[in-house]
Every structure is written in C-alpha cells, then in structure tokens.
C-alpha cells in the first residue's frame, strides 16, 4: 500500500508537509524522505506502561492495533509486575529518559525508525516526557506525515492526579504542540486548560483551546456530565479553515463497576479507526464505544461468575477480557450512534 501522501504527490496533488521537506531539503533528505514514506505503512511507536500480567498501557493497547492492521512497536515507560490497583503493590522498574533515546537511536542506526504514528500514554517523569518531545520531533523529520497521538495520562474524576504537577507545564508547551491528535478524559482537559467542565459547552470551550495549541482532533474520551451515563466527545478542525469544526457526541451506558486499562484501549481503537476511516470522527466514536462495550461487558460478567454470588472481584478478575473479545475488536456491532453537535 502506498502511504496517502506519497499516493497524492504521485497523482499531482502533493500533500503540504511532504512537499515542504522535499523542496527545502537536499537531494539526499529528498531520497531518505521518499524512502521511508514509502515503507512506513501502518506502523505504530507505542510508547507507554507495560505489566507482566493483566491489561494496561501497551497491554491493553498492542493486540487490538494489530487485530486492526497496524505493526506495533513497543516501548515501556514502565515495567511492573501488575497494575497499581492489586493489594499487594507493584514490583518493577521505570524507564529513564537516557534508555529512551538509546532505544531510538538503535532503531534509527538500524534504519527502521520510520512509522505511520506514535502514540504516548503513562509517563511518570518530567524528563522522560521532555525527551519524548524531542523523540516526536526526530520522528517526525523522518516522515512528515507521521501522527502524533497523546494521551495526557495524568489522573481522573475519582483518584486525582497521579503524576508529579511539573508534568503539567510540559503537556501545555512542548507536547500538545507536536500532538495532531489527542485524547484527554474530563479531569486532564480542565489541568491542560485551566477551566472547569461542568456542561456540555464548557466542554466544547476547552477543547476549542487544545485546538488553538494546534491539535487537530479532540477527543474528550469520558465526561461525567451526567449522572447515569458517560458523555464522549470528538472534534476535529478544518485544516483549511480553522474556524470550523466537525463536532459529535455519544452516551455510554455505565457499568456498576470500575475498571483499568479502558483509558489506554479507547486511545488505541479510536487511533485505529480514525485511521481506517480517513479521520471521520463519528465513525471512529461508533465503533470504538461498540467494542469497548463488549469488552467492558464481558469482563464484568466473567469476573461476577468468577467471583461468585455476592462476592466482590478481585483486581484479577477485573482484568479486560481483550482475547475473548477479538471479534468484536476486529467487526464491531454499532448499537449507540454519535449525533451531530451544532
């Protein structure tokens, strides 16, 4: 498959970031550009926690990007036994920023640090995210048409913040200006923009300011703005004028239970679908709420059986069940449609 930029340089209509590169570069860029646009493909950098047993970050991230067509490389911000939510703690190691970039430069002296995207979830140092900034942008000269996806993990409406508050600053003036995609819940808008969410267009009004950092597409991956449902929202600007937007929401049912990893599975299904659809919005909201249902569903009512009647589920037993669910990741059944916000 030719990559789309490629494909409509070729054709006469050349995309603007490609042709920048190539009519200011030398003629060896030229070639290096051309060729790594020419293997990238579907191919995604994730780089986010990782546990040896259960379903977070690149766990719960990597099967459903493959089962939808992308090649995932991973590299794990964190190394832990299990997730933050068992009894007993965590047992592992952090990723420093000086193996991050080792990492990179052993892809890039390979040549093989050409992708499609990259995607960023948990990262608990402030150095480590600085180097990520400067990861993207290396990224990014190599293909310029690489996608950036953040996800600003940094707390929730229940627990707070659960990253130092010097990350915050980083977010606002390194990160979100390389992001073209990025996917905050209710709690990370209101810290990246300094407002409270409360309604639908306060909502509206702060992702209207993660737009002005010069992200392209917004989406709000939960809001608890009302009380027996959860709200998601995705708005993506118009490249040519920015004053216009495409704009939609759609109302999740809740299930009586809490989960983890579900943050770091919506990131992954909406940047593959947004992806497959060529970034229409409210396809991409359809059909990750479709899976991210089943999947919610069916690890609830496994770890209920498992747990027997009247019983509380361990954290074990409230791992996603991603591998039962792969058709579901691979064909979803849309049931809930996304409306039009105007």
């Not at 340089?9 to 570069?25: A, C, D, E, M, Q």
């Not at 977070?56 to 991230?61: E, F, P, Q, R």
């Not at 600085?130 to 048409?145: G, M, Q, R, S």
Request: one cysteine or more; hydrophobic letters at 40%.
């Amino acid at each position: 498959m030719i990559p789309r930029s490629i494909a409509l340089f070729i054709s006469g209509i050349p995309s603007y970031s490609l042709t920048r590169s190539l009519l200011s570069g030398t003629s060896t860029n030229q070639t290096i550009i051309l060729k790594a646009m020419h293997e990238v493909g579907d191919r995604i950098l994730s780089i986010q926690s990782h546990v040896v047993s259960g379903y977070v970050g690149n766990k719960s991230a990597t099967f459903p990007l493959q089962l939808l067509g992308f090649e995932v490389d991973a590299i794990n911000s964190v190394q832990f036994s299990n997730h933050t939510g068992y009894a007993h703690g965590i047992r592992g190691q952090v990723l420093g920023d000086t193996d991050l970039w080792d990492l990179i430069e052993g892809l890039r002296i390979n040549e093989i640090d050409s992708y499609s995207h990259i995607i960023n979830g948990y990262i608990g140092s402030p150095s480590f995210l600085v180097k990520l900034a400067e990861v993207v942008k290396t990224l990014k000269v190599k293909n310029p048409d690489l996608v950036y996806v953040c996800d600003p993990v940094m707390g929730d409406m229940g627990p707070g913040l659960y990253v130092p508050e010097t990350l915050l600053p980083i977010y606002q003036n390194q990160i979100l200006p390389l992001a073209d995609i990025c996917l905050p819940n209710q709690f990370e808008i209101e810290l990246l923009t300094g407002m409270k969410v409360n309604t639908e267009s306060e909502a509206l009004e702060a992702m209207g300011k993660v737009h002005d950092l010069g992200v392209g597409t917004v989406i709000l991956s939960s809001t608890e703005l009302a009380k027996d449902r959860l709200i998601a929202i995705a708005s993506t600007r118009d490249r040519e004028d920015p004053t216009r937007c495409q704009r939609y929401k759609i109302e999740i049912p809740k299930f009586p239970a809490a989960f983890v990893g579900t943050g770091d599975l919506f990131t992954a299904l909406s940047t593959a679908w947004l992806r497959r659809s060529g970034n229409d919005v409210k396809m991409s909201l359809e059909k990750t709420i479709a899976t991210m249902q089943v999947v919610l569903g069916r690890t609830l009512e496994q770890a209920q059986k498992l747990a027997g009647e009247g019983n509380k589920p361990t954290a074990h037993q409230m791992e996603l069940k991603l591998i039962q669910s792969k058709e579901a990741i691979e064909t979803p059944v849309v049931s809930i449609s996304a409306t039009k916000i105007t």
